[in-house]
């Protein structure tokens, strides 16, 4: 029970970090960039809901779910995604990842959250 309280804190606290010390969600552009590939082969938009979830967060608006969805195939869809998400703030971010999770993308957020404490770090 120890480690996943410390591993929240750890996460909260990177967070945290983050959206006070990020100009212009520069360190949460790079980790997307650094993932791109990987996000691109393994993101699921469609049966995942993963865009519905971002608009029920306010993360993205109704005509920018209307774009994503739009595309074809796949690869352009999450292209798209991740281009919209480049343009939000640092906290779009922090509820892309939790969106991943609740559309069952977990390992996805995983990986974000890894390469984010790593970029932290430096």
Same mark, same amino acid.
């Given at each position: 029970?120890? %480690?996943?309280?410390?591993? $929240? =804190?750890?996460?909260? $606290? %990177?967070?945290?970090?983050? #959206?006070? =010390?990020? +100009?212009?969600? /520069?360190?949460? +552009?790079?980790? *997307?960039?650094?993932?791109?590939?990987? *996000? #691109?082969?393994?993101?699921?938009? @469609?049966?995942? &809901?993963?865009? @519905?979830? *971002?608009? +029920?967060?306010?993360?993205?608006?109704?005509?920018?779910?209307?774009?994503?969805?739009?595309? %074809? !195939?796949?690869?352009?869809?999450?292209?798209?995604?991740?281009? #919209? &998400?480049?343009?939000?703030? !640092?906290? /779009?971010?922090?509820?892309?990842?939790?969106?991943?999770?609740?559309?069952?993308?977990?390992? #996805? /957020?995983?990986?974000?959250? +890894?390469? $984010?404490?790593?970029? $932290?770090?430096?």
């Amino acid at each position: 029970m120890g %480690s996943v309280t410390e591993a $929240l =804190n750890g996460f909260l $606290l %990177s967070r945290k970090a983050v #959206i006070e =010390n990020s +100009e212009n969600g /520069a360190v949460t +552009e790079k980790v *997307l960039q650094q993932n791109w590939t990987f *996000l #691109i082969q393994n993101i699921s938009t @469609d049966e995942s &809901l993963l865009v @519905d979830h *971002l608009y +029920e967060m306010n993360t993205v608006t109704i005509n920018e779910m209307e774009v994503v969805r739009t595309q %074809s !195939p796949m690869r352009n869809k999450v292209v798209k995604l991740l281009e #919209i &998400l480049q343009r939000k703030s !640092p906290e /779009a971010f922090h509820q892309f990842i939790e969106a991943l999770e609740r559309s069952n993308q977990s390992h #996805i /957020a995983h990986r974000l959250n +890894e390469s $984010l404490e790593e970029e $932290l770090r430096r």
